[in-house]
């Protein structure tokens, strides 16, 4: 329904609605009247008005505001606002800090970059750049989701900014992206929704930075304080599913151990993706009525007369559509999913061609070509196509001195007999085959340097196979769990102050911040993931065995020997049955119903692959829906998973910001649902890089990243051949 035939059902319901339950009660107060309600599992936790009143590094909460905690485009664009005592901030700090943080953690701040002039808080609505520091002031409702367990713990905070127009009402969903907290989506969803006058409603969707630090049993709380586990009490964001004794236990065998929510919650929350958005949805509109209700009009905005676009990134992008596709009540009128992580139910009926080839692996999930991935990625940079000729953090494993230990991959994937080739070079060709044949492209070559060694493949790997198969903290799975490391890899105690820090600093992920992977038999004892001996080759080989396991996992297949896995076997069968079962729970319909949606992804993403995701959804969607889908799929030349990256040397020479046609995205569904205007055809839009000096490259113009267009160039435009997507070079 268009938002024009929603305000007239709300000035009808305004009119009259109130009036005629009223005579058809016995008395108007009756109980049977229409009241506000908050949806099932949800207990509210606060309401904070946000003035606005000031721009400081220093803002408190009586000076903050919705978008930046009150330090405006120039603090987001700077230095980490610092703690009055870093070892004990405050919570007006860590909301403060973790708005930074997580805005900053998926786009560039760097002004050569785009950061205040093509998107910003100092960037209006219609896109016009100004001088001003952007804060938006409005009032924040922070509610959590439980389904009676006390360990779910979804957290959602909807924001309400002083410009909502209770005449025109809009809702803009943000689940987090990757495995952030509540405020995940703030620089996509969030920025884009409150310059709108939206409410946006955000959700960490049963992820967010949980870390239990089984040391001395702290937790954080659900606003981002810490505590012992005893005091937190029903407050505990995440708590691992422990005894005191059997935590005792641990602590002696396997001591500096800190437990991870998204991995470790027992909850598989992958598979509430989509209902903690929606959840999310009926809660805006709760706090939209109970801020806006009156008396004689309690219930003011309902699911047809407001309305909804559901739109974040990456796992948020996956969740928007997830919940398009479970939409039984018609809460979502138009979605945008920027580089989608999407599970799809089959990799049977469709297909994906590009140019004038066919794909030959395509819809896998992201369990299957993570930790394949995460075995010959590291080999697979050496090969001379994926070789980087400058030392920069695009080619990390040079920088970070881990070539040896990559040519010790590749040295034990031959003796196992799973790579070919009597030298390194060979080797690293025949794995960088391997996964082109899996699925990446040649835009992926030289990324998967970077991706591997900044640590996407061994934290993913190690995180969602425990995820999915529901194994607690002391489960060991693969070898594996989490804890702090020194330079040298060693495990050591969390610093305080770390700790204290982290709900604003970590990312939900073991990526260091504060907690990494740790591989518990490597030779030697336990070491972080970079420095792992593994047992089987007596090396420093980035933990080859454990690889080779979690993939295991995944597949129910020895990768060296071929057979499947059995109960005496490692990883065992039933660990493996655990984890697919798991897989089971999260796959996508991929049928949204005829709802319009608009996915945008980058080509060169090497941590989502568009075969495996946006152009393998795009097809089985067309497949499933035939002349009804209302799907649009925008693919971006020279763009890649993370724009934070971009700040990085070479990074910023070779890719653009994906995050422009997010938000172009946004406007075109926007003016769809407003006016009836027509979505853009799915296309190639094809950028142009910044180019320059690594670590300097010249300033990005509007030229670097030309907008889509509603009728693109033939040559341009992605269609089917068959029950194939087919997009063109």
């Given at each position: 329904?268009?938002?024009?035939?929603?305000?007239?059902?709300?000035?009808?319901?305004?009119?009259?609605?109130?009036?005629?339950?009223?005579?058809?009660?016995?008395?108007?107060?009756?109980?049977?009247?229409?009241?506000?309600?908050?949806?099932?599992?949800?207990?509210?936790?606060?309401?904070?008005?946000?003035?606005?009143?000031?721009?400081?590094?220093?803002?408190?909460?009586?000076?903050?505001?919705?978008?930046?905690?009150?330090?405006?485009?120039?603090?987001?664009?700077?230095?980490?606002?610092?703690?009055?005592?870093?070892?004990?901030?405050?919570?007006?700090?860590?909301?403060?800090?973790?708005?930074?943080?997580?805005?900053?953690?998926?786009?560039?701040?760097?002004?050569?970059?785009?950061?205040?002039?093509?998107?910003?808080?100092?960037?209006?609505?219609?896109?016009?750049?100004?001088?001003?520091?952007?804060?938006?002031?409005?009032?924040?409702?922070?509610?959590?989701?439980?389904?009676?367990?006390?360990?779910?713990?979804?957290?959602?905070?909807?924001?309400?900014?002083?410009?909502?127009?209770?005449?025109?009402?809009?809702?803009?969903?943000?689940?987090?992206?990757?495995?952030?907290?509540?405020?995940?989506?703030?620089?996509?969803?969030?920025?884009?929704?409150?310059?709108?006058?939206?409410?946006?409603?955000?959700?960490?969707?049963?992820?967010?930075?949980?870390?239990?630090?089984?040391?001395?049993d702290t937790v954080h709380k659900i606003d981002g304080s810490r505590a012992t586990k005893a005091a937190a009490g029903k407050l505990s964001f995440f708590s691992a599913n422990l005894t005191d004794a059997a935590r005792a236990a641990y602590n002696a065998a396997f001591p500096n151990r800190i437990a991870i929510k998204h991995a470790q919650s027992q909850q598989n929350p992958e598979k509430d993706w989509g209902t903690d958005t929606l959840t999310a949805a009926k809660y805006a509109l709760y706090v939209l009525n109970a801020q806006f209700g009156k008396a004689d009009n309690p219930v003011p905005f309902t699911k047809s007369n407001t309305l909804i676009i559901g739109g974040s990134a990456s796992n948020g992008g996956a969740a928007v559509?997830?919940?398009?596709?479970?939409?039984?009540?018609?809460?979502?009128?138009?979605?945008?999913?920027?580089?989608?992580?999407?599970?799809?139910?089959?990799?049977?009926?469709?297909?994906?061609?590009?140019?004038?080839?066919?794909?030959?692996?395509?819809?896998?999930?992201?369990?299957?070509?993570?930790?394949?991935?995460?075995?010959?990625?590291?080999?697979?940079?050496?090969?001379?196509?994926?070789?980087?000729?400058?030392?920069?953090?695009?080619?990390?494993?040079?920088?970070?001195?881990?070539?040896?230990?990559?040519?010790?991959?590749?040295?034990?994937?031959?003796?196992?007999?799973?790579?070919?080739?009597?030298?390194?070079?060979?080797?690293?060709?025949?794995?960088?085959?391997?996964?082109?044949?899996?699925?990446?492209?040649?835009?992926?070559?030289?990324?998967?340097?970077?991706?591997?060694?900044?640590?996407?493949?061994?934290?993913?790997?190690?995180?969602?196979?425990?995820?999915?198969?529901?194994?607690?903290?002391?489960?060991?799975?693969?070898?594996?769990?989490?804890?702090?490391?020194?330079?040298?890899?060693?495990?050591?105690?969390?610093?305080?102050?770390?700790?204290?820090?982290?709900?604003?600093?970590?990312?939900?992920?073991?990526?260091?911040?504060?907690?990494?992977?740790?591989?518990?038999?490597s030779v030697g004892g336990a070491k972080s993931w970079p420095f792992a001996v593994s047992p089987s080759t007596g090396v420093a080989d980035l933990g080859l065995d454990n690889a080779l396991c979690q993939h295991a996992l995944v597949s129910g297949v020895d990768p060296v020997s071929g057979l499947a896995l059995t109960a005496d076997s490692k990883p065992t069968k039933a660990q493996s049955d655990a984890v697919r079962s798991g897989l089971s729970e999260v796959r996508h319909s991929a049928n949204l119903k005829a709802k319009p949606v608009i996915i945008v992804a980058g080509r060169s993403d090497a941590l989502i692959p568009v075969n495996h995701n946006a152009r393998a959804y795009t097809a089985l969607n067309q497949t499933l829906e035939?002349?009804?889908?209302?799907?649009?799929?925008?693919?971006?030349?020279?763009?890649?998973?993370?724009?934070?990256?971009?700040?990085?040397?070479?990074?910023?020479?070779?890719?653009?910001?994906?995050?422009?046609?997010?938000?172009?995205?946004?406007?075109?569904?926007?003016?769809?649902?407003?006016?009836?205007?027509?979505?853009?055809?799915?296309?190639?839009?094809?950028?142009?890089?910044?180019?320059?000096?690594?670590?300097?490259?010249?300033?990005?113009?509007?030229?670097?990243?030309?907008?889509?267009?509603?009728?693109?160039?033939?040559?341009?435009?992605?269609?089917?051949?068959?029950?194939?997507?087919?997009?063109?070079?």
């Amino acid at each position: 329904m268009h938002v024009r035939s929603k305000r007239k059902t709300l000035a009808a319901f305004q009119w009259s609605g109130v009036a005629l339950a009223c005579a058809t009660l016995a008395a108007c107060g009756s109980s049977d009247r229409v009241h506000n309600e908050l949806p099932s599992g949800v207990t509210e936790l606060s309401t904070t008005q946000y003035p606005a009143t000031a721009v400081s590094t220093g803002a408190t909460a009586a000076q903050q505001d919705l978008l930046t905690g009150g330090i405006g485009k120039t603090g987001l664009g700077g230095a980490a606002p610092a703690y009055a005592d870093p070892a004990n901030p405050t919570v007006a700090e860590l909301r403060r800090n973790a708005l930074f943080s997580n805005y900053r953690g998926i786009l560039d701040p760097l002004a050569a970059g785009g950061y205040g002039s093509l998107y910003g808080p100092n960037v209006t609505a219609a896109g016009v750049v100004t001088q001003g520091e952007g804060l938006i002031p409005g009032r924040e409702y922070i509610a959590v989701l439980d389904d009676g367990s006390g360990r779910k713990q979804t957290v959602m905070a909807v924001q309400v900014p002083d410009s909502f127009d209770a005449k025109s009402p809009c809702v803009v969903l943000g689940p987090s992206s990757g495995s952030r907290g509540v405020y995940g989506a703030i620089g996509t969803a969030g920025e884009w929704g409150l310059k709108k006058g939206c409410a946006v409603a955000f959700t960490d969707a049963g992820k967010g930075v949980g870390l239990h630090n089984l040391s001395d049993d702290t937790v954080h709380k659900i606003d981002g304080s810490r505590a012992t586990k005893a005091a937190a009490g029903k407050l505990s964001f995440f708590s691992a599913n422990l005894t005191d004794a059997a935590r005792a236990a641990y602590n002696a065998a396997f001591p500096n151990r800190i437990a991870i929510k998204h991995a470790q919650s027992q909850q598989n929350p992958e598979k509430d993706w989509g209902t903690d958005t929606l959840t999310a949805a009926k809660y805006a509109l709760y706090v939209l009525n109970a801020q806006f209700g009156k008396a004689d009009n309690p219930v003011p905005f309902t699911k047809s007369n407001t309305l909804i676009i559901g739109g974040s990134a990456s796992n948020g992008g996956a969740a928007v559509l997830r919940a398009a596709e479970q939409d039984a009540d018609g809460l979502i009128d138009g979605v945008v999913a920027s580089e989608p992580m999407v599970e799809l139910p089959t990799t049977t009926g469709y297909g994906v061609q590009f140019g004038d080839a066919a794909v030959s692996s395509y819809g896998r999930l992201l369990a299957d070509y993570t930790t394949y991935g995460n075995i010959y990625q590291p080999c697979a940079a050496l090969a001379p196509d994926a070789a980087i000729s400058e030392t920069s953090i695009f080619n990390y494993i040079t920088l970070t001195a881990m070539t040896a230990r990559a040519t010790a991959r590749c040295d034990g994937l031959a003796a196992k007999g799973l790579v070919s080739g009597a030298t390194t070079a060979e080797r690293a060709t025949n794995a960088l085959g391997k996964l082109r044949a899996y699925g990446w492209t040649k835009d992926n070559d030289q990324m998967h340097n970077a991706h591997y060694a900044l640590g996407n493949g061994p934290i993913l790997s190690a995180m969602y196979t425990m995820a999915y198969g529901r194994f607690g903290a002391d489960a060991n799975l693969c070898n594996a769990s989490f804890g702090a490391a020194s330079a040298t890899g060693d495990v050591v105690a969390v610093a305080p102050a770390a700790l204290a820090q982290s709900f604003a600093t970590a990312n939900g992920t073991s990526n260091g911040t504060p907690a990494t992977v740790i591989y518990n038999d490597s030779v030697g004892g336990a070491k972080s993931w970079p420095f792992a001996v593994s047992p089987s080759t007596g090396v420093a080989d980035l933990g080859l065995d454990n690889a080779l396991c979690q993939h295991a996992l995944v597949s129910g297949v020895d990768p060296v020997s071929g057979l499947a896995l059995t109960a005496d076997s490692k990883p065992t069968k039933a660990q493996s049955d655990a984890v697919r079962s798991g897989l089971s729970e999260v796959r996508h319909s991929a049928n949204l119903k005829a709802k319009p949606v608009i996915i945008v992804a980058g080509r060169s993403d090497a941590l989502i692959p568009v075969n495996h995701n946006a152009r393998a959804y795009t097809a089985l969607n067309q497949t499933l829906e035939g002349s009804k889908s209302n799907l649009r799929y925008i693919e971006v030349t020279n763009a890649q998973h993370f724009d934070a990256f971009l700040l990085f040397a070479g990074f910023d020479t070779r890719f653009v910001p994906l995050h422009p046609y997010f938000n172009q995205a946004m406007d075109a569904m926007w003016n769809h649902l407003q006016s009836k205007a027509a979505l853009p055809a799915s296309q190639v839009v094809r950028t142009t890089p910044r180019g320059g000096t690594p670590g300097a490259a010249t300033a990005i113009t509007a030229a670097n990243v030309p907008g889509f267009k509603t009728t693109p160039a033939a040559a341009d435009q992605i269609g089917f051949a068959g029950t194939s997507i087919k997009v063109p070079q």
